[in-house]
């Protein structure tokens, strides 16, 4: 598929399309009048990658992750430890926000105390 169609199957611009190309986040196959032209493999990869930007990582971490994927099986150990790692952030990420939802969930019971008690002096 062409960059229009494949723009509209992965909901990015082609101006983003163009961007990861640049950074060989992206290498789609040319034509013969060096047309870009995509692959499912591109569309597959294009979701990863977005998910993967999704979950908070860092261009230079996906460049890395990208790169380790180009070398194919030979890089699968690395591919997974770099994977656990960020595994390993996004859980303490959510720890962290599960405490502060804890905390700002208390505060809010705090102030609706606060409100019933004074709702009652009135």
């Known amino acids: ?3 229009k169609e494949f723009s509209q199957k992965t909901g990015l611009t082609i101006d983003t399309l163009r961007y990861y190309e640049k950074e060989q986040l992206l290498i789609p196959k040319r ?3 060096n047309y870009r032209y995509y692959t499912e493999k591109d569309l597959c990869w294009v979701e990863l990658l977005l998910k993967l930007k999704e ?3 860092t261009i230079n971490e996906i460049k890395q992750f990208s790169a380790l994927q ?3 099986d030979s890089s699968l150990l690395d591919r997974t430890i770099l994977l656990q790692a960020h595994i390993k952030n996004l859980n303490e990420q959510r720890s962290n926000l599960d ?3 804890a905390f700002v969930e208390k505060k809010i019971e705090g102030y609706q105390e606060r409100f019933m008690k004074f709702s009652d002096f009135k």
């Open 99 to 101: 405490n502060t939802i």
């Open 31 to 33: 034509t013969d009048k």
């Open 1 to 3: 598929m062409f960059i």
């Open 70 to 72: 180009e070398e194919g």
């Open 55 to 57: 979950t908070g990582m």
